[in-house]
């Protein structure tokens, strides 16, 4: 099968239901050049700007956005991965999904829960704590995450403002 059929295939499952593969695949760019991710998706980026010399780059995707980082000033190394759906209906079970396909990924390594709503804030939970504060929320306006850490880079799958983000970098804020 060509690259650009696997591309596309690739590219309509994640717009509609990202899965631990399709953002495994985006997450091996972490650390390389950005221009190897621009050649990996084969198209220009919707926007490639810098601010205060670092450089950034988004893809706008049926579905998703995909945007990245540079480390610092002229390396050209990818810092940051964000991605994020933009029409999040289902922000929750994608989260769980990918959560759950982590958590059994013995490559990573759990580093903490993290649960806010309009009463309560907490940045320190185990999984266990976080699941229970899920299942009892009052409101869909809460804001959760659980971060892991593979391979020196920290690994966040969260819900904010009712949308599923997953982010990686090297900060366990």
Known sequence: MSRI??????LSAFA?????????????????????????????PTVDTANDGVRQIVYEMKGFNVAIEERSAGTDNIGQIFIFKVDSKHAHS??????EKIKKDNTFKFVKAMYEDQNVSYNEMTIEQLKQYLKNKKSD????????ERDS???TVSVMDGNMVVTIDDKNY
């Open 16 to 44: 509609y239901s990202q899965n631990y593969e399709q953002l495994m695949a985006y997450s091996r760019f972490y650390n390389q050049k950005i221009d190897s991710f621009i050649d990996f998706m084969m198209t220009s």
């Open 153 to 155: 880079a920290f690994y």
């Open 5 to 10: 059929v696997l591309f596309f295939l690739f």
């Open 94 to 99: 994608d989260w769980q999904k990918i959560h």
């Open 141 to 148: 306006d809460a804001n959760y995450a659980v971060r892991y």
